[in-house]
């Protein structure tokens, strides 16, 4: 079962020129991949090659400019603001870099958050916010708020919201990008255990061939195409990363 399919994919932004005029920038530029149910697939490219631009249209937070986004086998495309919105509160998990977590709440609230807005039963949501923290060590911080809690707290926090709805896909946009290597390390290492062990589906946009290592395989984007997809396969993690680290001088 593939969770996203994407044909063709475009997406263009517009850039005012002189007065009046405008100017298509060209971003995504035709992009053609399926991620498959289980898959940990990771996006790599130069700064400015469009991975966030990708990652937002998959996230349906932005919209294509042309071409097909299937996700669970349904085309987004011509879906109105409220079903995506439902579609991205119950079927997706956001991972960000820098994490967007709700100062004035608690890191029980905050991980509780799309459940609260789905208007869940109060004592199954407080079940499900103190099972992942557990899971991922952070029960003893349920009562605070994130301003209280070091950059991988704060990840782990928002993994725990992203996982909160059972969703079918989620989605990391550099989620160690201001983590010290400490730190990062424990964020992938949840990531590891959220795909092999919660068997979920993860896109992973990332810089850092280490990081990247951890998936199954990469995305490689150049110019606005897809410059070759890498597969993990049997190889080793090291052995991978070899890889990736040879692969990034072409892009
Ligand atoms: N809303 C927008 N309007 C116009 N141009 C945009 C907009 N968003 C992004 N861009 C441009 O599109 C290109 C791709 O941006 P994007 O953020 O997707 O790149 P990226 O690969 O994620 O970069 P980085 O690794 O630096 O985060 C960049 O040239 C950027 O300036």
Do not use: W
């Not at 070091?150 to 992203?162: D, H, L, M, Y």
């Not at 810089?207 to 199954?216: K, L, T, V």
């Not at 195409?225 to 080793?236: A, D, N, P, Q, Y």
């Amino acid at each position: 079962m593939y969770v996203l399919e994407v044909e063709n994919l475009i997406r263009n932004y517009q850039k005012a020129v002189g007065k009046k005029g405008k100017e298509d920038i060209k971003v995504l530029k035709g992009l053609n991949f399926q991620v498959e149910e289980g898959d940990f697939t990771g996006i790599m490219g130069k700064s400015g090659c469009g991975k966030t631009t990708l990652l937002k249209v998959l996230g349906m937070i932005d919209k294509q400019t042309d071409g097909t986004v299937r996700f669970m086998g349904q085309d987004t495309k011509g879906l109105s603001g409220d079903t995506l919105a439902d579609i991205r509160r119950t079927k997706l998990g956001f991972i960000f870099q820098d994490y967007y977590l709700m100062d004035s709440l608690t890191v029980e609230e905050n991980i509780m958050l799309p459940m609260i807005l789905g208007q869940e039963d109060a004592q199954k949501m407080m079940d499900s916010a103190k099972a992942y923290a557990e899971k991922f060590q952070i029960d003893h911080l349920l009562n605070k708020n994130p301003y209280e809690l070091s950059g991988g707290e704060k990840q782990r926090v928002a993994i725990c919201r992203a996982l909160i709805n059972n969703p079918d896909l989620i989605l990391a946009d550099e989620p160690t990008g201001n983590l010290d290597s400490k730190s990062g390390k424990i964020v992938i290492e949840a990531l590891r255990t959220i795909n092999q062990e919660m068997k979920k589906t993860i896109v992973m946009v990332t810089h850092d061939p280490q990081m990247a290592s951890n998936c199954r395989k990469i995305i490689l984007l150049k110019d606005g195409v897809i410059l070759e997809t890498l597969e993990r396969g049997e190889k080793s993690q090291e052995e991978f990363y070899q890889e990736i680290i040879g692969k990034m001088e072409e892009l």
